[in-house]
């Protein structure tokens, strides 16, 4: 018996049969014939192929106004950088206090391990999938792309209209399912109890036979194929790795006060991921042009690339048509576009606009102007002492005069998860409209704007891991034709003579001048990474994380939460006896680590509880156990050292 079988233990499988998975194992790697089982060495038998370089890709053409047909080089797209999937990884450094490092995937997105030519960062808007009822992808039969990764699935690739996944809840809430945080003994013991309000999700059944991608060459998926991708199931998202996560976010590598930077201020304003960096950059060096106008390449790829982040958007919110979604600065210009167009037209003297007491003030300014120069009045939805508004109180106030139901779906200052399904549905039976502010809601939870048939719906794109300065206004396509432009100027006419002018239809009435062109691709390219991760995979992680976080510092003494509601996304809001605000804030600073304090911009929600400031720390999904732990011994430190 060689040595091999010896050390095989009873009832393993035979040398033969290792021997024949081994060398189907090497003879699948891309560029690489399989060695004889057992020689060579092993650098040689594991060299990875050369990376060729990628081909150039025909542009096609989306607007009669853009007839160039062009030719622009392949551009950086980016999978996921999970750890140790990659077969290659980019040198680097490890971080001496093992915080994970900043290695990225050596090959793009259509190298040679997923057996497609790379292509430019867009799929232009002559080949994107349709919106609203129109056929998903071109003709000619081509199915749903599959992804290029094994450990991504059938679920990343994009539909008309976003779709929970099987077995997960479709709700606008987060659910309290605990989903397993990597790397954490202390998280897994906490979400070892049951889940408040959380159904068992069935786990699917095994397969009979099933397929192995590393033993049968033919079920590796390969893009344009619909087949069945091994180890994911269709429809699923694999396990969440925080850590595999983090190195697609560059910025995390930083450090502070010579500390790791820990970024607890996600509510704020949220990090890039490189796919985003990357997205911005390679739009600056080979496609910055105005829109629309121009005949010539450049505009070409730049109309393309900015419509292409259009349909994304559309896609990823659910609305019906692309034409239903405004390019603006932010959440805040998308609700003064509302009240400035809509309001001005609808409201009059005596009527009534109804907000929480949640509201940021964005959503609450506007609002106040529009009410002084109309004569309506402005009714305020009161809460409860946890934070949660109360629908009885609501339902009370809606009547006749009602015109307009504003309100957020997440408090910016204390997490609360608002009931909005059912606050659209009592507004519409009183025949008021609604907008809701998904500024916060948006990066944490599913968002489908059809299913909550809202009238408008807003969000920034700084609060989803894009660039600052773009936002996105929703709204119902026969209400946005009814509404005035509310700037005027170039991009947004059919035609001008000194006696009058001729508007284009929506969205192109609502974006005068030049645009954030560069900052919408970069949106673009932020939400395409987002549905790569999956957005359920991001509320499971977060929510878990949330739980974890309060538990760490609910017991400390001196520690007052605010904002205790049972549906919380993951922001926790904070004072502590002895200390003001900006104390803590500082203390935590002096350890690298990064918070808000002060009123957050919605000071009639702090004043319900008695305060003007909090400390809040804000988290997202690529925070970790081990920074919450830092974070509360900072805490705990000072609630041990409090002044009398």
Not at 213 to 241: M, Q, S
Not at 260 to 277: C, E, G, R, S, Y
Not at 335 to 363: F, P, Q, Y
Not at 535 to 551: F, G, K, S
């Amino acid at each position: 018996m060689s040595g091999l079988s010896a050390a095989l233990p009873p009832g393993a499988p035979d040398e033969s049969l290792l021997a024949r998975m081994a060398s189907e194992l090497f003879a699948a790697l891309p560029g690489q014939s399989a060695p004889a089982f057992g020689s060579g060495s092993g650098a040689q038998a594991f060299a990875p192929a050369p990376t060729p370089q990628a081909p150039a890709v025909p542009l096609p053409q989306s607007a009669p106004s853009s007839p160039v047909t062009a030719t622009v080089p392949a551009a950086p797209q980016h999978g996921l950088s999970l750890g140790a999937s990659s077969p290659k990884l980019v040198p680097h450094a490890t971080a001496q206090n093992h915080v994970p490092d900043v290695a990225s995937d050596a090959y793009p997105v259509g190298s040679p391990r997923s057996a497609a030519a790379q292509g430019v960062p867009e799929a232009y808007a002559a080949s994107l999938p349709a919106v609203g009822g129109a056929p998903a992808f071109p003709a000619g039969g081509a199915s749903a792309p599959s992804s290029p990764y094994y450990f991504i699935g059938e679920s990343s690739a994009l539909q008309s209209a976003p779709q929970a996944a099987p077995g997960v809840p479709h709700d606008d809430r987060l659910t309290a399912q605990s989903f397993g945080l990597p790397g954490s003994d202390a998280l897994r013991a906490l979400l070892a109890e049951p889940s408040h309000g959380a159904s068992p999700t069935a786990a699917p059944s095994p397969s009979a036979s099933p397929s192995y991608y590393f033993v049968e060459p033919n079920a590796a998926p390969t893009i344009g194929h619909a087949g069945r991708v091994p180890n994911a199931d269709a429809g699923r998202h694999p396990p969440f790795d925080v850590n595999a996560v983090r190195r697609d976010f560059p910025i995390l590598a930083e450090r502070v006060n010579g500390r790791q930077l820990v970024w607890f201020d996600n509510a704020a304003t949220t990090q890039k991921p490189q796919a985003v960096i990357d997205r911005l950059s390679y739009f600056y060096a080979h496609e910055n042009s105005n829109i629309h106008r121009a005949a010539h390449e450049l505009a070409a790829r730049a109309t393309d690339a900015y419509e292409a982040a259009r349909q994304k958007v559309a896609r990823f919110i659910g609305a019906g048509s692309v034409e239903e979604v405004i390019f603006v600065r932010g959440a805040t210009e998308a609700i003064n576009l509302v009240a400035k167009s809509w309001g001005a037209k609808n409201i009059r003297e005596g009527d009534e606009i109804i907000v929480s007491h949640l509201e940021h003030h964005a959503n609450i300014v506007p609002w106040q102007q529009l009410a002084a120069e109309t004569g309506a009045k402005i009714r305020v939805i009161p809460v409860d002492d946890s934070g949660q508004v109360l629908l009885g109180e609501y339902e009370r106030l809606l009547n006749e005069k009602t015109k307009l139901v504003a309100v957020t779906q997440v408090s910016n200052a204390l997490g609360t998860v608002v009931p909005v399904r059912e606050i659209v549905e009592l507004a519409h039976r009183a025949g008021a409209k609604t907008l809701i502010d998904g500024a916060q809601s948006v990066s944490h939870m599913r968002v489908d704007v059809r299913a909550l048939d809202t009238d408008f719906f807003v969000f920034s794109g700084h609060k989803i891991f894009g660039p600052t300065g773009i936002g996105v206004v929703y709204g119902k396509r026969d209400i946005l034709e009814d509404m005035p432009p509310w700037q005027g100027g170039g991009n947004m006419i059919k035609d001008v003579t000194f006696e009058r002018t001729i508007f284009h239809p929506p969205p192109g009435r609502f974006e005068a001048g030049t645009g954030n062109i560069a900052d919408a691709v970069g949106l673009g390219a932020a939400l395409d990474y987002v549905e790569r991760v999956g957005i359920e995979n991001i509320a499971r992680y977060e929510h878990d994380l949330l739980v974890y976080a309060t538990h760490a510092i609910e017991g400390i003494p001196g520690v007052r939460l605010i904002g205790t509601a049972a549906d919380k996304a993951s922001v926790l809001s904070f004072v502590l006896k002895g200390y003001t605000t900006d104390e803590v804030g500082q203390a935590l600073n002096d350890e690298g680590i990064a918070v808000r304090t002060g009123h957050h911009c919605a000071q009639p929600i702090l004043r319900r509880f008695g305060l003007e400031t909090t400390v809040r720390p804000s988290l997202a999904f690529y925070n970790t156990c081990e920074e919450v732990d830092r974070f509360a011994a900072v805490v705990r430190r000072l609630a041990g050292q409090r002044k009398s």
